[in-house]
């Protein structure tokens, strides 16, 4: 499931954009360490908001109300744990018994502070608008290089995609080529062995009736000699009967 959008009100963002303003100039711009007005910036917006935050939406809000403050993750997670540590220490309370003694302090010139803050609202009200104008470009300019970074991204991924696709075509396309070509090296081998299973045939058929043939003249040879040999053994017979005949004839001369 994921998680609502995080945005601030008009009101928070305003108050957050006059409270930024003097931290962005109590603390310079240091790369080196950006601790001091990140701690500020954090509790700044606790108190806008009574709320701690994930390093995320620290980053985003940096991004928005504080560009060119680019803290690690890292640093952002410890000022984070630091500030709440520091949010949850309960107020010392007084000893039992004991009274606190009233602190002494100067009367303020109420009429000089109020000339002095009715002269700087003009000054006040235009940094302001000043600054919720250019955080609020800042978070456009920041939101449009997201925007620009994730369609160059998906761009990039499309075109990859596109490779991927055309590559698979191609290979799809050369195989149903090889299997086409394999399927008629088959359909070729197929009609090659039915037509040698045809010539087996015929010459199966011609050797059976060749075997017909020899078995056909071979009886018919037998017949033939055993008829010979009957001719034979009867010329025989009459030969011996006429050599019997002449020995009679001539004994009786």
């Given at each position: 499931?994921?998680?609502?959008?995080?945005?601030?009100?008009?009101?928070?963002?305003?108050?957050?954009?006059?409270?930024?303003?003097?931290?962005?100039?109590?603390?310079?711009?240091?790369?080196?360490?950006?601790?001091?007005?990140?701690?500020?910036?954090?509790?700044?917006?606790?108190?806008?908001?009574?709320?701690?935050?994930?390093?995320?939406?620290?980053?985003?809000?940096?991004?928005?109300?504080?560009?060119?403050?680019?803290?690690?993750?890292?640093?952002?997670?410890?000022?984070?744990?630091?500030?709440?540590?520091?949010?949850?220490?309960?107020?010392?309370?007084?000893?039992?018994?004991?009274?606190?003694?009233?602190?002494?302090?100067?009367?303020?010139?109420?009429?000089?502070?109020?000339?002095?803050?009715?002269?700087?609202?003009?000054?006040?009200a235009?940094?302001?608008?000043?600054?919720?104008?250019?955080?609020?470009?800042?978070?456009?300019?920041?939101?449009?290089?997201?925007?620009?970074?994730?369609?160059?991204?998906?761009?990039?991924?499309?075109?990859?995609?596109?490779?991927?696709?055309q590559?698979?075509?191609?290979?799809?396309?050369?195989?149903?080529r090889?299997?086409?070509?394999?399927?008629?090296?088959?359909?070729?081998?197929?009609?090659?062995?039915?037509?040698?299973?045809?010539?087996?045939?015929?010459?199966?058929?011609?050797?059976?009736?060749?075997i017909?043939?020899?078995r056909?003249?071979?009886?018919?040879?037998?017949?033939?000699?055993?008829?010979?040999?009957?001719k034979?053994?009867?010329?025989?017979?009459?030969?011996?009967?006429?050599?019997?005949?002449?020995?009679?004839?001539?004994?009786?001369?």
């Amino acid at each position: 499931m994921s998680r609502p959008p995080f945005s601030l009100s008009d009101d928070q963002a305003r108050e957050l954009v006059q409270r930024v303003v003097p931290l962005l100039d109590r603390h310079p711009v240091d790369p080196r360490d950006h601790r001091p007005f990140l701690r500020a910036f954090m509790r700044a917006v606790y108190e806008v908001t009574n709320k701690l935050y994930g390093p995320d939406i620290y980053r985003r809000l940096l991004r928005a109300y504080a560009p060119g403050r680019n803290p690690s993750t890292s640093t952002i997670a410890i000022e984070k744990d630091a500030l709440e540590r520091e949010l949850t220490v309960p107020t010392p309370s007084l000893p039992a018994g004991s009274v606190q003694q009233p602190m002494v302090a100067a009367v303020p010139d109420i009429a000089a502070i109020r000339a002095m803050f009715t002269e700087s609202m003009p000054q006040f009200a235009r940094l302001a608008a000043q600054a919720g104008r250019d955080a609020q470009v800042d978070y456009l300019n920041a939101r449009l290089r997201e925007a620009e970074r994730a369609t160059s991204e998906a761009r990039a991924q499309a075109a990859r995609l596109a490779s991927e696709v055309q590559a698979q075509t191609a290979r799809a396309d050369l195989l149903a080529r090889e299997l086409a070509a394999s399927q008629a090296i088959h359909a070729q081998q197929q009609q090659t062995l039915a037509g040698l299973t045809e010539e087996l045939k015929g010459q199966r058929l011609f050797a059976m009736q060749s075997i017909e043939m020899g078995r056909a003249e071979t009886r018919f040879a037998k017949e033939r000699s055993a008829e010979l040999q009957s001719k034979i053994d009867r010329l025989e017979m009459t030969i011996d009967q006429l050599r019997m005949a002449r020995g009679v004839h001539g004994g009786m001369r």
